[in-house]
């Protein structure tokens, strides 16, 4: 299954399934207003297209059966959501729809950050996953990764926390 590289064309794909894979995980730990209120800020139109235009970030598409199946976002340098150095990438985002789960997608979106981490010769790749998203810690710690800190996620005005979970390349 090729990753497709996202381009500025591909911005309804990508609100699309940005807003669909979100909602889709974290809908039944939230209220709809917080739900609601994240995903006006995150994934609408204007903010994704900065996104998409930031040459420090990447979005890449898999494709399963003829559809856009899940997604990647990888930042590096002021890209990242967290100052961790130039020495660093970070996965922002990394869903896949359910109806997908446990084809592989995930580790190979993984993978593709991986490989783009040692492109750009990076020494380590990080991500913030919510401390209650167990599945999603399992999967990254037997990827080898490790919790190295922790920071606050905002979902509307509900303060939540996000692991920071690094790996060292």
């Given at each position: ?12 794909e990508l609100q699309a399934i940005s807003r669909e894979t979100f909602t889709e995980t974290f809908k039944e730990q939230n209220s709809p ?73 995930g580790k190979l979106l993984l993978e593709k950050a991986f490989d783009v981490a040692a492109e750009l010769e990076k020494k380590k790749v ?44």
């Open positions: 299954m090729p990753l497709i590289k996202c381009t500025p064309e591909h911005l309804p207003e917080h739900m609601n209120a994240y995903l006006e800020k995150a994934y609408n139109q204007e903010q994704l297209a900065l996104e998409l235009a930031n040459p420090e970030s990447r979005f890449y598409f898999v494709h399963s059966d003829d559809e856009v199946a899940g997604y990647l976002k990888i930042n590096v340098g002021e890209a990242q959501s967290e100052d961790m150095g130039a020495d660093s990438l970070e996965v922002e985002r990394i869903y896949v729809k359910k109806k997908f789960h446990k084809k592989g997608l990080w991500l913030g996953v919510w401390e209650h998203n167990e599945n999603a810690i399992a999967f990254y710690k037997k990827k080898g990764f490790v919790q190295t800190g922790a920071h606050p996620f905002y979902m509307g005005d509900d303060k939540q926390i996000d692991l920071i979970m690094t790996k060292t390349m």
